[in-house]
């Protein structure tokens, strides 16, 4: 079995990494992830990218990365909220794993460790939200998140249908 690693990337490690982000985003929107993607057009997916890096500079969001034999295979973001009334709660986005790494207990590994970093970092709650009825939905519930709710045709599927999105939480203790 292939070692996976797994590490927290600096803005300038991101930039580095750009094109193996880009190839795990684009692998999961070619299988039809609800990710905010309705197409596998290169040029949105790598602006998504240049964002995010951008974030992690100013210190906005932080960025853990899976790896199987040095190329990155899994992704999770976490974003903290820039508002005075937020600065409590944290936001889990794009856990994707490469198509070709599932089944590994990558995707429950990053989400435990976003978790960890968010409580690291003084968050006590964390929130996402998933396309209702994913894959994705079980693996939070297995975790411990919470349904807070589900939005009817909230987003457009790569097949152009609206579909309902499920809004979870989590309470963390900070600083443990």
């Known amino acids: 079995m292939t070692t996976i690693?797994?590490?927290l990337l600096t803005a300038e490690e991101a930039a580095k990494g750009?094109?193996?982000?880009y190839?795990?985003?684009?692998?999961?929107?070619?299988?039809?992830?609800?990710?905010g993607f309705v197409?596998?057009?290169?040029?949105?997916m790598k602006q998504f990218w240049t964002g995010v890096i951008a974030s992690l500079a100013s210190g906005e969001k932080?960025?853990?990365v899976a790896r199987r034999q040095q190329e990155i295979v899994g992704t999770v973001i976490v974003e903290f909220c820039g508002k005075p009334n937020g600065s409590h709660r944290a936001e889990i986005a794009k856990l994707l794993v490469h198509p070709d790494a599932r089944r590994q207990g990558i995707a429950r590994e990053l989400l435990g460790r976003a978790e960890r970093l968010a409580e690291q970092e003084g968050k006590?709650?964390?929130?996402?939200?998933?396309?209702s009825g994913d894959a994705?939905?079980?693996?939070?519930?297995?975790q411990g998140w919470q349904v807070c709710g589900q939005i009817p045709y909230f987003a457009l599927s790569t097949r152009g249908e609206a579909e309902a999105?499920?809004?979870?939480?989590k309470r963390v203790t900070a600083g443990v």
């Open 18 to 21: 750009q094109d193996e982000l």
């Open 165 to 169: 999105t499920t809004v979870m939480y």
């Open 39 to 44: 197409s596998n057009e290169p040029a949105p």
């Open 124 to 131: 006590t709650l964390l929130v996402l939200d998933t396309r």
């Open 23 to 35: 190839n795990v985003l684009s692998a999961c929107v070619a299988l039809g992830a609800s990710i």
């Open 136 to 142: 994705a939905e079980q693996l939070y519930l297995a």
């Open 62 to 64: 932080r960025l853990l």
């Open 5 to 7: 690693t797994y590490s």
